[in-house]
C-alpha cells in the first residue's frame, strides 16, 4: 500500500512528466526526513528514505532509457538482492 509521499510523488509526475528522475528522488528524501526521518514508521522504507514504490520506478525509468545497470543500481541505492528483487519483479 502506498502512502501520502507516494500518492503526492505520484500526482506530481502525472502533472509534471518532464519532471526529473533526480528531482522526485531529491523530494522524497527531503520530505521524509523532515516528516518522520529515514522511514517514518514504514518498513518497506529503505535506508536512504526511497520507498519500494520510487526505488521500482527508478529501475524501470532506467530500463526504459537504456540505461546502464551500474547506474539504475547506484540511484536506487541500498542492497544487490534489493535491486534484482525488483527487476524480479518487472
Known amino acids: 500500500m502506498a502512502d501520502i509521499v507516494d500518492d503526492f510523488l505520484t500526482r506530481l509526475v502525472r502533472h509534471a512528466p518532464d519532471l526529473p528522475l533526480d ?14 526521518g529515514a522511514n517514518g514508521g514504514d518498513i518497506s522504507i529503505g535506508v536512504d528514505g526511497l520507498s519500494k ?14 540505461t546502464p545497470m551500474r547506474e539504475i543500481f547506484a540511484k536506487v541505492g541500498g542492497s544487490r538482492s534489493t535491486f534484482y528483487r525488483i527487476l524480479r519483479s518487472k
Not at 55 to 62: A, D, E, N, P, W
Open 23 to 36: 528531482t522526485r528522488i531529491a523530494l522524497e528524501r527531503d520530505i521524509r526526513y523532515h516528516h518522520g
Open 53 to 66: 514504490t520510487t526505488r521500482t520506478f527508478i529501475v524501470s525509468m532506467g530500463l526504459r532509457h537504456k
